[in-house]
């Protein structure tokens, strides 16, 4: 036995042989999303204690963990320490990528993993316990922690309307406090083109601004006040830095064929009819897509999208592909003419067509296309994953036929629509998904058979923002649903229990209060 293996085992054993095991009268662990195991032991390790954070050799931890760390502990440098934090490595395979150990002791507090992602963890389930903790202490115990999937995300529509960098970085911190490890940006849309590319600055000059915004639920009635606002490039890069910090990956959305007036706007030779167009100014689905005649409109795609991947280090391009009506293709001299040469049957094919040839530029590039599950009308792209909007159909479909599928079904993931009954809440979009009905989800549907579940990557709540103005009002939608799917994403479909759950989100309120997030108080 090597010597780095013989050590952290008689560590192990100091930390816990002396302590005796307790079962606590109920679960005091108030972590959100739920461990995967929590073992008790008698005393608890005093928070007045002045500590010492030591890392072992090789534990890269950055500044700004250590940072939150240190604020909420006493680690003032010239007191007498009692106490220690260490974050040590491990090479033990069951930690995967993203699993840790935490071992709180009386006088000495260890977060194990066998990666970085894995000691972030542990350090967001120690913070919630220093920040939930009672009489500054927290009782001794050992937590083993493996989280359920992989693709844990959550999206932000900044399209519909516009959120600045500060509060995009502010939504960031939100997700990798619950563990959540994917964030998919949604950049482009009718209403507005947020992301800057060099090599068009129409896209923002022009498509990052619309005339005027449809007031409530009237679609003749306008505000009369031209609305915009986009990410320069650098902006991107200081966000993708923030969010790499945070093991968070960032799938940017370029949406085509569909929901691209704004694109339009600004080139409308990528247009079937050559427009004018506008910035859309109204919800909805708009019949002016991009041509998939024309090889230009792809030269355009293709240049913007490496523009894109400059800026996004993350395997997963997210293409849109949803809602693309048909009706100018089925006018367009072009497009009919694409149709006869790849010997296309039909409009869907065509669609197909786009989407594939817009894979096959993406993985020349080494990145993996991902889709809404209208990419699998008239064929699914080779290597295509799926984005299950409409209900799970498509994922199920999708893994069937051997794809990588992420669930969102709009029944259960979509945090724009109301939590309780429409006449108590602010107006939303419409629907009605309570925080019961987020918590008791499970993302792999019962049709797939056992050798087809590994195709579920997992699920992500999603964030459109037609009715969404303000930061206040997202954090509104988001919370504390967010909380529910960390849950269902992260912990052990065993260790889910709806009681549980409620009774912890009790002092997580204060949790998100303390970090200034607004939320919707689940009263019942
Ligand atoms: C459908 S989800 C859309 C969005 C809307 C959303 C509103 C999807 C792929 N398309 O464009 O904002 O519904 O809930």
């Not at 993996?368 to 209900?391: C, F, H, K, N, Y």
Request: glycine share 8%; with cysteine; proline share 5%.
């Amino acid at each position: 036995m090597k010597l780095r293996f013989i050590l952290p085992a008689l560590l192990l054993l100091t930390i816990t042989s002396c302590k005796r095991e307790i079962r606590p009268p109920e679960d005091p662990v108030e972590i959100i999303p739920r461990p995967t195991k929590i073992t008790y032991y008698e005393g608890s390790f005093d928070l007045s204690n002045p500590v010492e954070l030591k890392t072992d050799q090789g534990v890269y931890l950055s500044e700004i963990h250590l940072k939150s760390l240190k604020a909420k502990m006493n680690s003032d440098n010239s007191a007498k320490r009692t106490g220690t934090v260490i974050f040590r490595l491990t090479e033990d395979e069951t930690y995967s990528n993203e699993g840790y150990q935490l071992i709180v002791g009386k006088n000495r507090i260890q977060i194990m993993a066998k990666a970085e992602a894995g000691l972030f963890y542990g350090m967001q389930s120690l913070l919630q316990l220093i920040e939930k903790s009672e009489n500054n202490k927290i009782q001794c115990m050992e937590i083993t922690d493996i989280p359920k999937f992989e693709w844990r995300g959550m999206h932000l529509d900044v399209c519909r309307h516009f959120f600045p960098v500060e509060f995009v970085k502010k939504y960031i911190d939100l997700l990798a406090m619950h563990k959540m490890n994917t964030f998919h940006w949604h950049l482009t849309e009718d209403q507005g083109w947020r992301i800057e590319i060099k090599q068009y600055p129409k896209l923002t000059e022009i498509g990052s601004v619309r005339e005027a915004t449809m007031v409530g639920k009237n679609w003749d009635e306008f505000d009369g006040q031209p609305y915009g606002g986009y990410y320069t490039q650098e902006e991107i890069k200081e966000v993708v830095a923030y969010a790499q910090e945070r093991y968070i990956t960032i799938v940017p959305e370029i949406e085509m064929p569909g929901h691209s007036l704004a694109a339009l706007a600004a080139y409308p030779e990528y247009g079937c009819t050559g427009g004018p167009y506008d910035v859309a100014k109204t919800w909805g689905v708009f019949e002016d897509v991009y041509c998939a005649g024309k090889d230009s409109t792809f030269i355009f795609l293709q240049n913007v999208l490496s523009e894109v991947m400059e800026l996004f280090p993350g395997e997963y391009i997210h293409i849109g592909g949803d809602e693309c009506p048909k009706t100018r293709w089925e006018e367009c001299e072009d497009c009919q003419a694409r149709m006869e040469a790849e010997g296309l049957k039909d409009e869907a094919e065509l669609q197909s067509y786009f989407i594939r040839r817009i894979e096959q530029f993406l993985l020349k590039n080494n990145r993996q296309l991902i889709g809404w599950d209208e990419i699998l009308e008239g064929g699914l792209a080779p290597e295509a994953t799926v984005m299950s909007w409409r209900g799970e159909a498509g994922g199920i479909e999708a893994a069937h036929m051997g794809h990588d599928v992420v669930m969102c079904p709009n029944d259960i993931c979509y945090f724009d629509h109301y939590q309780g009954p429409p006449e108590e809440e602010p107006l939303a979009i419409g629907g009605m998904t309570t925080l019961e009905d987020v918590y008791h989800y499970h993302p792999v549907p019962e049709e797939l058979e056992a050798e087809q579940e590994h195709h579920i990557l997992g699920a992500q709540g999603n964030l459109w923002t037609e009715y969404i103005p303000t930061p206040e009002k997202l954090e509104y939608m988001a919370l504390p649903r967010l909380c529910a799917l960390s849950e269902v994403v992260w912990t052990n479909r065993e260790k889910m229990n709806w009681n549980s759950f409620k009774q912890r989100m009790e002092k997580h309120y204060g949790y998100l209060n303390s970090h200034n997030y607004n939320y919707r108080k689940e009263t019942n």
